[in-house]
């Protein structure tokens, strides 16, 4: 249920998304979520992974935790997430949608969990972190969005240093990542002892190559991966899939 004395400010957006619907402020200019997040969820959920702690890494505007919990009312989440800024705002949706008892949010730096949780805290660690190297393309102007995007303030490395110590031995992480880097985030996964067992590629639509790959690996796991069928986002020009569709709670 919509907390009502939670308002959007001039410079921010209200967005409602998913079903059940759940309302997102975000600000106009600035850091806003986008598709990866959200898929992720869906992602989570379609493995059949069943979690009562997880901790997000990167919670940003809190879109993750958000979306799992309208889903799935019986787990907890915590949320991590280094700018204060977005931490606040994070906080503010969780208000916002009455799940105050389901979510915390922590603003502090996922490389200092040790800090603020005990080890093999949780069952499962999600994250949607900044895959491109700082000497990839042009860093935006835009700070949240540098920092959500760019390996500026952690890389994977750190991640898995923070997913292997939060979560349980046969716990899982679960994560969407840029498939040109896929070969280099399975070594340093297996350096961390997380063994992939699903992927799924995300494609712009049939002809296109994989522009995304969401994967659940298991802390401790044997090998062995299953690939589930590609996820295309477009039919055609601007106009989502059936699919996508659906995970957006449009149809």
């Known amino acids: 249920m919509q907390n009502k004395l939670i308002i959007a400010e001039p410079d921010e957006t209200l967005d409602t998304i998913s079903k059940p619907p759940v309302s997102i402020l975000q600000k106009k200019k600035g850091y806003r979520f986008s598709l990866d997040p959200v898929l992720l969820v869906d992602f989570y959920i379609s493995t059949g992974f069943k979690a009562h702690e997880i901790i997000d890494l990167g919670t940003g505007s809190g879109i993750i935790p958000i979306l799992l919990c309208s889903k799935k009312k019986e787990i907890i989440i915590k949320g991590i997430e280094l700018q204060k800024s977005l931490a606040k705002m994070a906080e503010r949706n969780v208000i916002l949608n009455g799940m105050e ?14 800090k603020y949780f005990l080890t093999e805290s949780c069952q499962a660690v999600i994250t949607n972190p900044p895959f491109r190297e700082p000497s990839s ?12 995007r760019h390996e500026i303030s952690c890389n994977i490395s ?8 939060l979560v349980k031995p046969g716990g899982s992480l679960f994560l969407i990542y840029d498939p040109r880097r896929l070969s280099f985030l399975i070594e340093k996964m297996r350096a961390w002892r997380f063994e992939p067992k699903i992927m799924r590629f995300v494609h712009s639509n049939i002809t296109s190559e994989a522009t995304m790959v969401m994967i659940s690996a298991k802390k401790m796991g044997n090998t062995g991966v299953k690939i589930l069928k590609p996820l295309f986002v477009y039919e055609k020009e601007k ?12 149809c």
């Open 158 to 165: 750190d991640v898995l240093t923070a997913a292997f110590f």
């Open 101 to 114: 008892k389901q979510i915390e949010i922590k603003n502090c730096d996922l490389k200092k969990v040790k």
């Open 137 to 148: 393309g042009r860093l935006n102007e835009d700070i949240e969005k540098a920092i959500a």
């Open 239 to 250: 106009v989502y899939t059936k699919e996508i569709r659906e995970i957006y709670g449009m």
